[in-house]
């Protein structure tokens, strides 16, 4: 007899396995370019960031490698590795995408959430509000996701929440240069947001959360034209054979 049958089940229970080291790293490469810290165009070079990780060279290779295909990294023969500068294009698509998801998350979220799911919006909502006036920017960052992945949570649909977790990492990155202008308007609007889903309003949460989004592309927009052009790295000439990816930076 099979487990299944034994069980009553029709599969097993999948057992969590932890992290590969190279998965680790990627983590860590994402969350230093998403904060800031590795900034658009920043040379990546193997040998610094296996000190910064600690870790050796061959996993921060893979995962660069991984990086470039999902458009954190931009690979150049010769050169290495960059920071992706990403395209006024893909950031006006991206976060036009993330518009459609968080308006009708807010809707769901307006007549699905109880008592309890408002209680954490305003809780975290109070947080941001604090690490605005200390002006926490990170803090206000990573609370703001919290609190847009809160109200998909919220709206009761699985699908839903789990699209928008799709994007929520690369809109952070695409939010964090403008949080500070942003500042406290973003925070005023979070609690019109909280109030009409309290109230469950569906079409005034859509509304505002419509509006709140698009703030944040406009804002996004507005400081790209004020930025000088990110020029193309220039190719070296390249004095023996390399593997299909080797970085500028190795010993």
Known sequence: MLLSEQTGQSAAAKIPRPATLRESVIEAIQELIVSGQLKPGQHLVESELAGLLGVSRQPVREAL???????WVDLHPGQGAFVHVPTVQEAD???????????????????????????????????????????????????NSDL??????????????????????????????????????????HTQLIDAIEAGDERRAAKIMREHTEHTRVSYMAQRENEPAEPAPKPVRRRRPRTPYRDSGAD
């Open 65 to 71: 490698q991984q990086l470039s295909g999902e458009g």
């Open 93 to 143: 698509q991206l976060l036009a995408v993330r518009a459609l998801l968080e308006t009708e998350s807010a809707r769901l979220a307006a007549k699905h959430a109880g008592e309890d799911g408002v209680r954490r919006l305003r809780e975290l909502c109070e947080q941001g509000i604090a690490a605005v006036k200390s002006d926490d920017v990170d803090t206000a960052v990573a609370l």
């Open 148 to 189: 847009h992945s809160l109200v998909t949570a919220l709206s009761g649909n699985a699908v839903l929440a789990e699209l928008a977790a799709q994007v929520a990492r690369r809109v952070r990155w695409y939010h964090t240069p403008v949080a500070r202008r942003r500042g406290m308007a973003s925070w005023d609007e």
